[in-house]
């Protein structure tokens, strides 16, 4: 039987280095210092990774999203920084920006790109060159994470100083499946005593890169603490993988003052090796 489940996440590549500097017809080099002549439009945290995103828009782009436009016009550009948030030492309860990240590019050109819906997605490391995954893989991930908001042209990002109302969460389909079903190296990541395992079914599976296991976890952790079950993200080509379990059904643990339940991930990198983690996820009031 399916369910649904609710998951929200934004797309998201690993910097590395390598010769190219141009990705799906976007040059690095056009939009050097776009940080200093654009508007920013908002601002994004992410709490798993502890990164600091500042979005900002080139005037084509600043207009429409004033004016609340429903679809944005050819040579609109949204453009991201993302930096890693360290404390600041002489504020020791803030967090500031620190190293730059990553920097990503959202380009309207409804001929050009119009494999996904009229936006064109570049992704390139903090000195603007493009990371050694797959380009197509990159670009479909980005294109999927951002088919979760439709209603406001694919563009997650809104104004400062306009009043919107918040997306709804996307729903993502989950089925149970047996642990014997599931590929050699992902199966022998499962304990045993999880028989059966929930796994999420998206148009996400068909092109996955780091980032989309990365940005899973959190909506994959929410979903096994409440059902107490294994839940496993798999790509179709049954290589990348992201899982999260309960370690412990009977223990209860404290996330920053809320009752929760302990959990482990699991995640598949790039060279082959796992990522494994445990963590506290707080039960929802």
């Given at each position: 039987?399916?369910?649904?489940?609710?998951?929200?996440?934004?797309?998201?590549?690993?910097?590395?280095?390598?010769?190219?500097?141009?990705?799906?017809?976007?040059?690095?080099?056009?939009?050097?210092?776009?940080?200093?002549?654009?508007?920013?439009?908002?601002?994004?945290y992410r709490t798993d990774n502890r990164e600091l995103?500042?979005?900002?828009?080139?005037?084509?782009?600043?207009?429409a999203i004033e004016a609340g436009a429903k679809v944005?016009?050819?040579?609109?550009?949204?453009?991201?920084?993302?930096?890693?948030?360290?404390?600041?030492?002489?504020?020791?309860?803030?967090?500031?920006?620190?190293?730059?990240?990553?920097?990503?590019?959202?380009?309207?050109?409804?001929?050009?790109?119009?494999?996904?819906?009229?936006?064109?997605?570049?992704?390139?490391?903090?000195?603007?060159?493009?990371?050694?995954?797959?380009?197509?893989?990159?670009?479909?991930?980005?294109?999927?994470?951002?088919?979760?908001?439709?209603?406001?042209?694919?563009?997650?990002?809104?104004?400062?100083?306009?009043?919107?109302?918040?997306?709804?969460?996307?729903?993502?389909?989950?089925?149970?499946?047996?642990?014997?079903?599931?590929?050699?190296?992902?199966?022998?990541?499962?304990?045993?005593?999880?028989?059966?395992?929930?796994?999420?079914?998206?148009?996400?599976?068909?092109?996955?890169?780091?980032?989309?296991?990365?940005?899973?976890?959190?909506?994959?952790?929410?979903?096994?603490?409440?059902?107490?079950?294994?839940?496993?993200?798999?790509?179709?080509?049954?290589?990348?993988?992201?899982?999260?379990?309960p370690e412990d059904l009977t223990t209860d643990c404290?996330?920053?003052?809320?009752?929760?339940?302990?959990?482990?991930?699991?995640?598949?990198?790039?060279?082959?090796?796992?990522?494994?983690?445990?963590?506290?996820?707080?039960?929802?009031?």
């Open positions: 039987m399916i369910k649904r489940a609710t998951l929200l996440i934004a797309c998201l590549v690993l910097p590395a280095s390598t010769l190219a500097t141009e990705m799906n017809g976007i040059r690095y080099a056009d939009y050097v210092g776009f940080e200093t002549k654009w508007k920013l439009v908002t601002t994004r995103r500042f979005v900002y828009a080139n005037p084509i782009a600043a207009k944005y016009p050819k040579g609109a550009v949204f453009a991201k920084i993302a930096y890693l948030a360290q404390p600041d030492p002489a504020f020791e309860s803030s967090l500031g920006p620190s190293q730059t990240r990553r920097i990503q590019l959202m380009v309207k050109d409804p001929q050009k790109y119009k494999e996904h819906r009229g936006w064109g997605y570049a992704l390139f490391t903090h000195d603007g060159k493009v990371n050694p995954e797959p380009e197509k893989d990159q670009v479909n991930a980005c294109s999927a994470c951002h088919d979760l908001v439709p209603e406001r042209d694919y563009v997650f990002s809104q104004s400062f100083n306009r009043h919107t109302a918040p997306a709804q969460l996307f729903q993502f389909d989950h089925v149970e499946v047996e642990r014997s079903i599931l590929p050699a190296e992902l199966r022998g990541q499962v304990p045993e005593t999880f028989s059966k395992l929930l796994m999420i079914k998206s148009q996400l599976t068909k092109s996955v890169f780091q980032g989309t296991l990365d940005e899973l976890k959190p909506g994959l952790a929410r979903l096994a603490a409440t059902e107490k079950k294994a839940v496993v993200f798999l790509s179709d080509d049954k290589k990348k993988f992201s899982l999260v379990f404290d996330d920053e003052g809320a009752k929760g339940i302990s959990l482990v991930s699991v995640t598949s990198l790039l060279d082959g090796r796992v990522n494994k983690a445990q963590f506290c996820q707080a039960l929802a009031r």
